[in-house]
């Protein structure tokens, strides 16, 4: 399994750059341009497509690197991380009563994703005070 990290990796990289693009744009197209059709089926469950293929990668990853979240501090902060940006996610495109809640949780939600890529970058939860 080891011999096939850098593809797990790049399958990983590449999902999570799909997810947070089509959050971002199911984001913008409803809570900005009011376009009701981005939460049409089909591309909602594209997203669950591509975000079961990122955890499955990344449980792969953390088995294959012997790095596992509750262990390592980096791997803790991003699981923590994740649920906050999956809850925000929630009231952006659905939970949200109002446009300016979804809004603000759709904007919430992107500042987080950014930070969970600055952690995995630098493997450290301290994104901001790394050199």
């Known amino acids: ?9 790049l399958v990983h990289v590449t999902a999570v750059f799909a997810s947070g693009g089509l959050f971002a744009l199911r984001g913008l197209g409803l809570n900005l341009l009011n376009l009701g059709w981005m939460m049409a089926a089909p591309l909602k469950y594209s997203s669950y497509l591509i975000d079961t293929i990122l955890l499955v990668a990344a449980i792969l990853l953390a088995g294959i690197s012997r790095q596992y979240p509750f262990v390592d501090i980096w791997l803790t902060t991003k699981v923590l991380l994740l649920l906050l940006y999956i809850a925000l996610g929630s009231f952006a495109l659905k939970r949200g009563r109002t446009r300016t809640m979804r809004v603000i949780c759709w904007i919430s939600a992107m500042a987080v994703f950014c930070y969970m890529i600055g952690v995995a970058q630098t493997r450290s939860p301290f994104v901001w005070l790394d050199v």
């Open 1 to 9: 399994m080891e011999e096939h990290y850098s593809l797990i990796r």
